[in-house]
């Protein structure tokens, strides 16, 4: 068997379990065995190909890792009531206490309270702060 179809199998394995188990760990070593493998058509010396293997693997987990994870993580999006109204300015339509009250956003009803326990009257803008089941918690802008 050639090198670069050890190191192609290596990659593939590699490639397989970042699918199983995504940890942005695993495609490190496929990037570098398919390198090691593209660099197995000119060099003979399998000492030089496992060194460089190495040397690849640890290379991209010291650069290509970080940068992976933070793309990971910047893909969490807010969905549902956090990703629509938390952060966003309504108008109050009932007067608002820490025990009822109602505002208008996107020409939808809401009860809403008062996150600080103020008074805020009717016609006030206020922001969304959060929520508690269908309650949405506000405080004056």
Do not use: C, Q
Request: charged share 20%.
């Amino acid at each position: 068997m050639a090198f670069w179809e050890i190191f192609s199998i290596i990659a593939v394995v590699a490639l397989i379990l970042e699918i199983l188990l995504p940890s942005a760990f695993f495609l490190n070593f496929a990037l570098a065995g398919f390198l090691t493998a593209l660099l197995s058509l000119f060099v003979t010396s399998i000492n030089a190909l496992l060194i460089d293997f190495v040397i690849l693997s640890l290379l991209s987990i010291w650069l290509i890792r970080p940068l992976l994870l933070r793309k990971k993580d910047s893909k969490k999006h807010l969905t549902g009531l956090d990703g629509k109204y938390i952060g966003r300015v309504a108008k109050v339509i009932t007067d608002i206490t820490k025990d009822s009250g109602a505002i208008s956003i996107y020409e939808e009803r809401w009860e809403a309270r008062s996150l600080n326990g103020e008074d805020i009257p009717a016609g006030s803008d206020v922001k969304i702060v959060k929520n508690d089941s269908l309650i949405l918690y506000v405080e004056r802008v």
